[in-house]
């Protein structure tokens, strides 16, 4: 079982790729080589390969990254499942897993839904998408100094409070706050139920 993140930058006309290809590219080294792991084509879209269990984590952190972005928004949606056939790229492959992430990606977007996911479960979907949904409440209305602590966070999950403050160059007090207006905590919680149910997909 793998998951496929599929995206796409909204109203990718209205921006420079320069602004947040470079940005993507290097993020998404991480994961493997492109074009086996990863690819970015069209000039607006990418397809990304994950493990199931931190598919949710890594999809949050695409968002905080580009939304650390002036003006830069993103749609994604997570299919869970199999792969069953391995092409000369991510976007050349295929299985449920890739099915259901192109397939989901359409449905929101007619939906005007920048998140989702599609486990194959019915009864998952609806809980997570349910989450999802609730969570974009304040995801998709982060600030740039919210996305980026938020990206920071994710990337640095052992670090104390007091080293996210030196790593900004801000004190203390201020990532505390920042945190709390990024609804952190409310991520956190997310994040963690989804660790707990993905090991059942």
Do not use: C
């Amino acid at each position: 079982m793998i998951a496929i993140i599929t995206g796409d930058i909204i109203d990718s006309v209205k921006h420079s790729g320069s602004d947040w290809i470079p940005v993507l590219k290097d993020y998404f080294s991480r994961f493997g080589p492109s074009p086996m792991n990863w690819e970015i084509y069209r000039g607006d879209e990418f397809q990304l390969k994950v493990n199931r269990e931190n598919a949710l984590l890594v999809a949050i952190e695409i968002k905080a990254l580009l939304k650390s972005i002036k003006g830069i928004e993103v749609r994604m949606a997570i299919g869970i499942g199999l792969e069953t056939y391995i092409g000369s790229g991510v976007s050349e492959s295929n299985g449920p897993a890739y099915q259901r992430s192109g397939r989901q990606l359409e449905y929101i977007k007619e939906n005007k839904v920048n998140l989702s996911i599609a486990t194959g479960n019915a009864s998952y979907d609806r809980t997570l998408n349910l989450m999802l949904r609730l969570a974009l409440d304040f995801m998709d209305n982060w600030s740039i100094v919210s996305a980026e602590i938020v990206h920071i966070v994710l990337d640095y999950p052992n670090d104390s409070q007091k080293e996210i403050a030196q790593k900004l160059g801000i004190k203390q007090s201020a990532v505390s706050q920042r945190l709390k207006r990024a609804r952190m905590d409310l991520l956190t919680d997310l994040l963690a139920y989804y660790g707990e149910i993905s090991k059942e997909f």
